[in-house]
Structures are given as structure tokens and as C-alpha cells.
């Protein structure tokens, strides 16, 4: 019913710059949260960088100054550049979307596939 579509991922040298992109789609009443976690191997999954409706934003301080989410809300698409790219950046990428599909309904959590992001020289 609810799909997240992602891309941009690749494979990039250090330094480099990458932007991905996340879109929702299906029946979406509304949006309350857009968020990218990260999961490199072997290690736990964490919280990128968060973006609500109403626009505020918080990042993990390992990309604070370096990453910049962003949304559109009337396409439900959130992206998140990516600038001055380091090896700890490798990871698969993930693109949550918390929102309802009417405006009676609970909220709930929907993930993307993830995209590998490899940051090598």
C-alpha cells in the first residue's frame, strides 16, 4: 500500500559529494517524519539525519556540517546531500517514512530498500 523508493547511492572517493533521494508513495493521508539511517557491517544501524513536516531537522554529530536533509512535501520526497564524503560514511543507507494513510488511522513506520554508499579512494 506504502512504498519507498530510493536512489543516488554509488561509490564515490573521499571528499566527494553524493545525493540521494527518497520518494513515498501509495495512499498517504500525511507525512509526520522523513528519516535516513545507516548501517555499515558489523555495526549497529543509526540515525542519520531526521526531517518533519513542519521542517525541523536534527543529525548525528559524525555528519552535522557536512549533510543536509531536505523535503518536498507535496511529493512526500526527502533527500539528503552528502558533502566532503569520509571512509566511516560506508554504509547501506535506509529512508523511513513515519505518516497515516487517513486521517483516522495510527501512525506508522515504512522503509525503504537501502542503497550502498561507498566512500573509497
Known amino acids: 500500500q506504502v512504498q519507498l523508493v530510493e536512489s543516488g547511492g554509488g561509490l564515490v572517493q573521499p571528499g566527494g559529494s553524493l545525493r540521494l533521494s527518497c520518494a513515498a508513495s501509495g495512499r498517504i493521508f500525511n507525512v509526520n517524519a522523513m528519516v535516513w539511517y545507516r548501517q555499515a557491517p558489523e555495526k549497529e544501524r543509526e540515525l542519520v539525519a531526521a526531517?518533519?513536516?513542519?521542517?525541523?531537522?536534527n543529525y548525528a554529530d559524525s555528519v552535522k556540517d557536512r549533510f543536509t536533509i531536505s523535503r518536498d512535501n507535496a511529493k512526500n520526497t526527502v533527500y539528503l546531500q552528502m558533502n566532503s564524503l569520509k571512509p566511516e560514511d560506508t554504509a547501506v543507507y535506509y529512508c523511513?517514512?513515519?505518516?497515516?494513510?487517513?486521517?483516522?488511522?495510527?501512525?506508522?513506520?515504512?522503509w525503504g530498500q537501502g542503497t550502498q554508499v561507498t566512500v573509497s579512494s
Open positions: 523511513n517514512a513515519d505518516l497515516r494513510s487517513n486521517r483516522f488511522g495510527g501512525w506508522n513506520n515504512y
Open positions: 526531517i518533519t513536516s513542519g521542517g525541523s531537522t
